[in-house]
């Protein structure tokens, strides 16, 4: 198929067709419950196990630390509500810019929102003012999926640490824990566990070329969590039914896959991007560039206001030719509000209302970006 005019790579990827192939048997001959003892469920035992090792291992963890999920929402609900069903009186901060599967669950205990600069980047020292001896959880995503701006974690994992030194020579049991939200920065950052200093973090399948419907969980051995779904006690008790063989097997296919082109499409992505966002910022009179520059950005976003410009109708006009963009997040597109996101950041609903988001993949050419451009440029003239 030619993805060629696809431009909404943070909202879903395409399968890759060598985690299909790897998918396909246990959609059909192999369908054996993992939990069956006889030889065709042992033998999809095993399959598991083998994903769970492997996918482990790219991110530095141990296989008893990674929990099969039915993707990115699903994980981030188990982090947030696992952690503070454990500690119900405890306080949770998450960034103002979190994705509705971590702002959602977490309004329902005692939260607070960390506010995040014009660029959509927290402030490490302002963070630290916020964290009190009853806050046991910072959430905050690795990369935003509407603007692609990247949060220093090593940083926030750095002064967590610290604070946890200072608990426990003061007496404090409180456990702090730190869950990113990692599903935008597979295909392109570092996503070793012990590097990012993080207790929790979320992947999902469906932006990495894998099946959607599928992801995984990294859960630090000591943290505690507790179960919210009942029944056969699957992967570890935190998430029971019976596990997808299929989309676990396309899942670390597609995810193998990601990692061991990373730093070639980071800096392929990264190449056309700063080329579009030149050329936007040039032909298009008007146009702003949302969102953190360079390093501090998702290789493959471009986030665009044209003031004037209802984005809605722009993004329909250039669907009547082909080209796919968004408004923002594709979770909340059927919401009339104007992005949470970039009202963090400070922009006004008007232009928030005039903004698109263009993201970069695997089949995206420096021809179709120059495509695109000149048809917005079209459309906007």
């Not at 993805?3 to 790897?22: C, G, I, M, V």
């Not at 003892?37 to 999809?44: F, M, P």
């Not at 995810?255 to 080329?275: Q, Y």
């Not at 005039?354 to 089949?363: A, C, D, E, M, V």
Request: net charge neutral.
């Amino acid at each position: 198929m030619d993805f060629s005019q696809y431009f909404d790579y943070a909202a879903a990827t395409p399968l890759l067709p060598e985690a299909k192939t790897a998918m396909q048997p246990y959609l059909e001959a192999d369908f054996y419950n993992a939990s069956a003892l006889y030889s065709g469920g042992r033998k999809n035992r095993m399959v598991l196990e083998a994903a769970r090792h492997q996918i482990a291992q790219t991110v530095g963890a141990k296989p008893t630390e990674i929990i099969f999920t039915a993707g990115g929402t699903e994980a981030n609900n188990i982090a947030i509500h696992g952690v503070m069903a454990a500690y119900p009186k405890a306080k949770i901060l998450v960034s103002a810019i979190e994705h509705e599967s971590v702002l959602e669950p977490a309004a329902q205990y005692d939260c607070r929102l960390i506010p995040v600069s014009a660029n959509g980047i927290i402030d490490s020292q302002q963070l630290l003012s916020l964290i009190t001896d009853e806050v046991v959880l910072v959430s905050i995503m690795y990369a935003n999926n509407e603007v692609g701006s990247i949060q220093p974690l090593r940083d926030v994992s750095r002064l967590v640490q610290d604070i946890r030194v200072d608990r426990k020579k003061r007496s404090i049991q409180l456990p702090l824990y730190v869950h990113t939200d990692a599903c935008q920065a597979g295909n392109y950052l570092d996503m070793q566990v012990a590097r990012l200093g993080v207790d929790l973090l979320t992947i999902n399948a469906g932006k990495v070329y894998g099946p959607k419907q599928s992801g995984a969980l990294y859960v630090r051995s000591g943290v505690i969590l507790q179960s919210l779904m009942q029944g056969g006690g699957q992967e570890w008790n935190l998430r029971s039914g019976t596990e997808n063989i299929a989309n676990i097997k396309g899942f670390e296919n597609a995810w193998l896959a990601a990692r061991g082109a990373h730093k070639e499409e980071f800096h392929r992505l990264s190449s056309l991007r700063d080329k579009a966002i030149h050329a936007f910022e040039q032909q298009i009179p008007g146009s702003v560039i949302n969102g953190a520059k360079h390093q501090k950005r998702l290789a493959n976003n471009i986030h665009l206001t044209v003031l004037g410009f209802d984005n809605e109708r722009l993004l329909m006009e250039l669907d009547e030719q082909g080209f796919q963009v968004a408004t923002g997040s594709a979770c909340s597109a059927s919401n009339d509000e104007p992005s949470h996101v970039l009202k963090a950041m400070g922009l006004s609903d008007e232009a928030a209302q005039s903004s698109i988001r263009i993201t970069l993949g695997r089949y995206t050419t420096e021809k179709s970006i120059e495509n695109l451009i000149a048809a917005i440029k079209k459309l906007v003239a």
